[in-house]
């Protein structure tokens, strides 16, 4: 139907309808009138003309105010239909009786769920049947719900497309005189993206709570706006003592003013700092994080928040210092046993020279000048001796202690090297568990322990130290339990070579040590473990039986021999075999004077052209222990295999487990070098004395 003008239709109503209506009223009334009074006369006449011309003036009048009335409203009806038709939102009017029927639906329903507005005046039912089933009588409510004047809600909605999008529609209500609800008008959002976007905020607000990494938000002016709970695990501050302040709470003063003028520059120029904080937590404890710190800038431009990430690695950096420690002075205990070696020989050839001289009757006079040199050599080889330590495994002090209260006293201390997220347990009963050993070096088998299983579990976990009574036997076990990530077989047969390491900052040295130390307790080492369910590593160690258990080392072989029958010992074929010429002479000199008859060699191979020669005709090979084309041990295999059993005594600068175990190992006495000439006769007196024994 065409749309009538507002100049049309005021003239139909001012001019085709008004006027002719109130003529005829004006000029029927006066000539009923005149007819009645007696007949028509001259005033009726002007009286019916001047009627007739009023209602022609206040019909062209009216003609004019209802033309523009109605051009006023049917431009306020364009403006609202055009605001209508253009607005993101649908924008709709729903009749409710006596049939659910739309009497205007806004374009913008084709952008929202994709329906002409024809499709829904044509069709109520069915475009309201596209709510979503869960959501269908939440709608039904909405629309006949009489408690309300105007409700809203956010609905699922199937697209024309055949996808589902959310969509917030908000109602006003008309009422019958009922009170029943017959028209809705109303909008309809598509708010699909902002759902989206609000749940990956709460997504990513749940990440934030859960990371391990602290996190900061800061204004542009430096105050906490937001922190997570890693945040407060690791500095134990609650958001409320932080929000709204500087984060100069947490200043350690371990960083001078200049390195945080320089983070502060480097962050608001609009770069991002990386670097390490030392801070302090609540109770005064540092803590060392790696920080990244980031600028956030708002849609003009400039700089609104800062958004810090730190990860606590004070642990790390502790373990680092002290691996770096131990790197250090394995490289010392290297070197120092590398020079050791070959100072023990020069110290040898003086001590032995300077004692023949000083037997010597003719140099009596100079015995107080020997006696000084025996003493300054003796002091030098006890100075080589603490050296060489460095290279070996730590001297044991041992002492009676209860392992279970040892390990328990720990406790803080293995505390503070782990993760928040892994828990820690020590189990130890009330039994006394009676060991005799050095307190500081169990504790550093302890502590490399439970290190390394806090390294196997990046992710949190737990660890259980169990010290425990042996059932079968008198001996007492302490486990080390974790649920990490375990090592396959390959891994787990090379993790006592040193140096082997699966770390990327490893040493490989940490494991060898722990078994050192619990092998020098005179204790057992055991390590299962299977990838992905954890490890476990056993020690087992001795209870302690007596007094008598608390010496450092045994007596050394032939450490009994007595000066007694040394006329006796001192006679037999000796093969010397020393490849540093000058200890060579000492020593030939030294045995010679002790009365032995003896025949010397620069090497291993050298003595075994000797050997072979005349092979009964030796009573003892004093043998170096490292040489040149062959070794000590290499020899005394040789011969070994060969079938020849000559009795044999090592001398060396390394100590006795240098000798490394072979078939038959161990029918052999040990020499440790610098020796004396007394100590010289004792030894050789004993191994001699030993081979008769056994003949």
Do not use: C
Request: proline residues 4%; charged residues 30%.
């Amino acid at each position: 139907m065409t749309q009538r003008s507002p100049e049309r239709t005021a003239r139909r109503i001012a001019l085709f309808l008004y006027a002719p209506v109130a003529v005829g009223w004006i000029l029927a009334t006066d000539l009923l009138v005149a007819l009645w009074s007696g007949g028509i006369d001259g005033a009726t006449l002007l009286n019916m003309v001047k009627g007739a011309a009023f209602v022609l003036v206040t019909s062209l009048l009216l003609y004019v105010l209802i033309r523009r009335e109605l051009a006023s409203r049917e431009k306020g009806d364009r403006d609202l239909r055009t605001l209508a038709e253009n607005v993101p939102d649908m924008i709709f009017r729903l009749r409710i009786r006596p049939e659910p029927r739309f009497e205007y639906v806004s374009p913008s329903s084709v952008d929202i769920g994709g329906y002409t507005p024809q499709e829904y005046y044509d069709d109520a039912a069915g475009v309201l049947g596209t709510v979503h089933p869960e959501d269908r009588e939440r709608l039904q409510q909405l629309l006949t719900d009489v408690d309300s004047e105007t409700e809203d809600a956010e609905l699922r909605w199937l697209h024309k497309d055949g996808h589902t999008f959310w969509g917030d529609i908000r109602v006003t209500k008309e009422r019958d005189a009922a009170g029943h609800v017959v028209r809705i008008s109303g909008v309809l959002r598509d708010v699909t993206r902002h759902r989206e976007s609000e749940r990956f905020r709460t997504l990513l607000s749940s990440a934030l709570e859960v990371a391990g990494e602290s996190v900061m938000i800061t204004d542009r002016d430096g105050k906490i706006e937001y922190v997570n709970r890693a945040f407060t695990e690791i500095t134990g501050y609650l958001p409320d003592d932080v929000l709204g302040r500087n984060p100069s709470i947490l200043k350690s003063g371990e960083q001078d003013a200049a390195f945080y003028a320089q983070m502060w520059s480097t962050i608001t120029s609009g770069r991002t700092f990386r670097g390490v904080l030392v801070n302090r937590r609540i109770d005064g404890r540092l803590f060392e994080q790696a920080t990244s710190i980031t600028p956030v800038r708002g849609e003009d431009g400039p700089i609104e928040h800062f958004i810090a990430v730190a990860r606590d690695i004070t642990v790390q950096r502790a373990l680092e210092r002290r691996l770096r420690f131990t790197e250090k002075m394995d490289a010392v205990g290297q070197l120092a046993a590398g020079v050791a070696h070959d100072f023990r020989n020069l110290l040898n050839v003086v001590l032995v020279n300077a004692e023949l001289l000083r037997d010597d009757d003719a140099l009596a006079a100079g015995r107080g000048e020997l006696d000084e040199i025996l003493t300054a050599t003796k002091r030098g080889a006890d100075l080589v001796g603490r050296l060489l330590r460095v290279a070996r495994q730590p001297e044991v002090n041992l002492r009676r202690a209860d392992l279970g209260a040892l390990v328990g006293e720990m406790h803080g201390m293995l505390r503070a090297m782990l993760l928040d997220s892994i828990d820690l347990e020590i189990r130890r009963g009330e039994e006394t568990y009676t060991v005799d050993v050095d307190p500081d070096l169990i504790q550093d088998a302890l502590l490399n322990l439970v290190a390394n299983s806090g390294q196997a579990m990046p992710d949190g976990g737990r660890i259980v130290v169990d010290i425990r009574g042996d059932s079968d036997g008198p001996d007492v076990w302490i486990e080390v339990r974790d649920d990490g990530l375990g090592m396959d077989a390959g891994t787990l047969s090379r993790i006592f070579d040193p140096f082997f390491t699966t770390k990327e900052h490893g040493t490989g040295l940490g494991l060898p040590m722990v078994k050192g130390i619990v092998e020098r307790h005179g204790g057992l080492l055991d390590v299962t473990s299977v990838r992905g369910e954890g490890t476990t590593v056993a020690i087992r160690l001795p209870r302690s039986t007596g007094a008598d258990d608390l010496g450092l080392e045994g007596p050394q072989p032939g450490a009994e021999g007595t000066a007694s029958g040394e006329e006796a010992r001192a006679e037999g074929r000796l093969l010397l075999v020393e490849d540093d010429e000058r200890l060579r002479k000492a020593a030939h000199r030294a045995l010679t004077r002790l009365g032995y008859d003896v025949t010397t060699a620069e090497d291993g191979a050298a003595a075994l052209e000797r050997i072979a020669a005349d092979p009964s005709a030796w009573d003892l090979v004093i043998s170096d222990l490292v040489m040149p084309r062959m070794g000590g041990d290499e020899l005394y295999d040789t011969l070994q295999e060969r079938g020849w059993t000559v009795p044999f005594l090592f001398m060396s600068g390394h100590p006795p487990e240098a000798v490394s175990e072979g078939e038959g190992r161990g029918a052999y006495a040990f020499l440790e070098k610098p020796w004396t000439l007394e100590t010289l006769r004792q030894r050789v007196g004993d191994a001699l004395d030993a081979e008769r024994r056994s003949a």
